[in-house]
């Protein structure tokens, strides 16, 4: 065997003595790890039920801080007021019961799954609804222990949360969506909840809600005082924007849409009847049902929302074209009855002259003493007309444009359906105004957070 050889013979052997003595150190590593773990939780050396001091191993409360990570927002109700939110919730404090030594920093945690080796605040959520801990594929959750006494747990979970909401500004709203986290037994003078220092709430990045959009959150206190003592408690205060483009193309536009195919029926003829009656019915019908639509997907408050308004005034209009109908029907039967007794007065006159003229041709031997139709010039009566007229003449009135302008409609119908294409438009396109100025003002004038 060549020196060579016999150098890479050496080397094998010496690579599988270290490998051997590095899983012997593992195993001894792992064996260290139970050891400690008996020697702190051990039968008759830890009592879960006694909660740790206070800071510096005082008599004072136990701290414990909170920190949240918003995994996702799945639904925001409106109906039922409610939101559902997963998340992963941590505590940490200190018990200095559980402290152990870290043999040289190479032991820098002892982890557990089971939640009632050691003691846990008494911590609820006080607005929750539902919730759930996720258990797929095992339990989401784990205790750390750290060689100084400080405990870290970590638990995913969803909760379905209430939110009272304020729709007076819907769609145009913002909502404030709580999350309240107390202590349901230990008192201040036991325990007291504190946010983690630095970054308290993170939430994801890529965070999507189909109709919100949450604008910003605060972290508060929120003790509570009652006859039994006084509670620890935060709050995360999340405020969600609705998102306007849904409701502008739902709701906005096919309401705009519909009130002015309801003013097609001012440019039909007064005769067509069936026309402008199935044109009123079929616009009225539409509106009244999207607005029952609108309003089954919202809870029944006892307060005007902006979008009652809306659809009101809509429906308002839609109704107005209808009644502007049966007023030019009205109308249009009025200016028939009286062409009708016009005609059969110029009738009667005709006959009246008719058979005056045949009572002349009859009587033509009979003497009449007839009156000069044309006055002298030196009649008084005259020359007051003549001067009269030459007045007249000087000083012509002021034609009225309104009145010259419907004076080439000569029925009264005619003249309604005309006004009415000017006036409808114009008081629509001024509620309009007044609408979107008062709700866009008020939605940054009731900003409160």
């Known amino acids: 065997m060549g020196t060579g050889n016999f150098f890479w013979v050496i080397f094998y052997f ?55 990570f918003v995994r996702s927002i799945m639904t925001i109700s409106d109906i039922k007021m ?90 145009l709203d913002r909502q404030i969506c709580s999350l309240r986290m107390a202590s349901y037994g230990w008192t201040t003078n036991d325990l007291v909840f504190l946010w983690k220092e630095g970054d308290p709430v993170q939430v994801v990045k890529n965070l999507h809600l189909p109709r919100f959009t949450l604008e910003k959150f605060l972290t508060d206190y929120c003790n509570s005082k009652t006859n039994t003592g006084e509670y620890s408690c ?15 193309i739902q709701i906005y536009i096919p309401c705009c849409m519909l009130v002015i195919v309801s003013w097609v029926s001012f440019w039909l003829d007064q005769g067509a009847v069936p026309a402008r009656v199935s044109l009123g019915v079929t616009t009225l019908l539409t509106m009244a049902t999207q607005t029952s639509g609108i309003n089954a997907s919202l809870p029944p408050v006892s307060y005007t929302k902006a979008i009652d308004v809306w659809t009101g005034v809509c429906l308002t209009f839609v109704f107005g074209a209808l009644l502007e109908f049966a007023l030019v029907n009205y109308a249009s039967r009025s200016d028939m009855h009286k062409e009708n007794m016009k005609k059969k007065r110029r009738d009667l006159e005709q006959a009246s002259i008719d058979a005056a003229s045949d009572l002349l041709d009859t009587d033509s031997n009979a003497t009449f003493a007839m009156k000069p139709l044309v006055r002298h010039p030196g009649d008084p009566l005259a020359l007051e ?23 080439k409609f000569p029925t009264r119908s005619k003249r309604i359906d005309v006004i009415s294409r000017i006036t409808f438009p114009l008081v629509f396109a001024l509620f309009n105004l007044v609408y979107w100025s008062t709700y866009l003002f008020r939605e940054e004038e009731d900003e409160t957070f």
């Open 14 to 68: 010496a690579s599988l003595c270290s490998a051997s003595l590095a899983n012997n150190a593992k195993i001894n590593f792992r064996e260290k790890e139970k050891k400690v773990l008996d020697q702190i939780l051990g039968a008759g050396k830890y009592d879960a039920r006694i909660r740790p001091s206070g800071i510096n191993g005082t008599d004072g409360p136990a701290i414990v801080r909170i920190n949240l």
């Open 82 to 171: 409610e939101y559902s939110v997963q998340l992963t919730f941590r505590e940490q404090w200190t018990d200095e019961r559980l402290k152990f030594d870290d043999i040289q920093g190479r032991l820098k945690y002892l982890t557990l799954t089971e939640a009632n080796r050691v003691w846990m605040p008494d911590l609820f959520f006080s607005n929750e609804k539902e919730g759930h801990f996720h258990n797929i594929i095992m339990p989401n959750v784990y205790i750390r222990i750290f060689p100084n006494g400080s405990v870290l747990y970590s638990i995913r979970i969803s909760l379905t949360l209430a939110c009272p909401m304020n729709l007076k500004l819907y769609p």
């Open 234 to 248: 935060l709050k995360v205060d999340l405020l969600f924007k609705r998102e306007f483009s849904y409701y502008l």
């Open 385 to 407: 007309k003549l001067r009269q007229c030459e007045v007249h003449m000087q000083a012509p009135k002021r034609p009225n444009c309104c009145k010259t302008w419907l004076s």
